[in-house]
């Protein structure tokens, strides 16, 4: 079992920058695979990030690509997501995600955390 929490986020305005930061629990981290997605209000949860499980591969979605970093530390057991550039369609709440596969697919991931809410403001 994984336990997952994710803090960093609040309200920023357009153009700022947040650190997401998600420690897990348990001994499996450095094994799995590591997600981000969102869910803004009204929308289904979307794709933005993952890292496999050394952190040599990393995969972003379109929207995010080139503002957004994820990384991982395994030896704190925690992954992280970098936000620069904010717009205000980044709107959202983010959950990280722990799973066996490498994948842009949420239903590969086998663990949630609570989400943390980002707002930002124009």
């Known amino acids: 079992q994984v336990q997952l929490v994710e803090s960093g986020g609040g309200l920023v305005q357009a153009g700022g920058s947040l650190r997401l930061s998600c420690p897990a629990s348990?001994?499996?981290?450095?094994?799995?695979?590591m997600g981000w997605f969102r869910q803004a209000p009204g929308k289904e949860r979307e794709f933005v990030a993952s890292?496999?499980?050394?952190?040599?591969?990393?995969y972003y979605a379109d929207s995010v690509k080139g503002r957004f970093t994820i990384s991982r530390d395994n030896a704190k057991n925690t992954v992280y997501l970098q936000m620069n550039s904010l717009k205000p369609e980044d709107t959202a709440v983010y959950y990280c995600?722990?799973?066996?596969?490498?994948?842009?697919?949420?239903?590969?991931?086998?663990?949630w955390g609570q989400g943390t809410q980002v707002t930002v403001s124009s």
């Open positions: 890292i496999n499980w050394s952190g040599v591969n990393t």
């Open positions: 995600a722990a799973g066996r596969r490498y994948s842009t697919n949420s239903e590969e991931y086998l663990y």
């Open positions: 348990g001994r499996t981290f450095s094994t799995l695979a």
